[in-house]
């Protein structure tokens, strides 16, 4: 098994930022590819950046594009989210997940993720 455990969320004015961490523990995979989701209310879990743990490649959803950046200790076992410029829109409960794989493309659907952490609140006021 693997836990996951998202810390750093918060309430932030529009402009500002945050930085999520999520502290992975357990089971260890040799490849695998961490990302950050976030669902607010009303709407379905989406996927907002990922990383593959050995070659730290990343990926982003094109709306925040140059305004997040997500980076990982491999000797912590620790994932993080900066948040810069953030929006009202940006707000949301921000999850970690792992996939026990890192073949192919950085996957954006919830269900191709094998572990999850319980999420963390960033609410970002206008």
């Known amino acids: 098994q693997v836990q996951l455990v998202e810390s750093g969320g918060g309430l932030v004015q529009a402009g500002g930022s945050l930085r999520l961490s999520c502290a992975a523990s357990g089971r260890t995979f040799s490849y695998y590819t961490m990302g950050w989701f976030r669902q607010a209310p009303g709407k379905e879990r989406e996927f907002v950046a990922g990383v593959k743990w050995s070659s730290g490649s990343t990926a982003y959803t094109d709306s925040v594009k140059g305004r997040f950046t997500i980076s990982r200790d491999n000797a912590k076992n620790m994932v993080y989210l900066q948040l810069n410029s953030l929006k009202p829109e940006d707000t949301a409960v921000y999850y970690c997940?792992?996939?026990?794989?890192?073949?192919?493309?950085?996957?954006?659907?919830?269900?191709?993720?094998?572990?999850w952490g319980s999420g963390t609140q960033v609410t970002v006021s206008s």
């Open positions: 997940a792992l996939r026990g794989s890192s073949y192919g493309r950085i996957r954006t659907l919830p269900s191709e993720y094998d572990y």
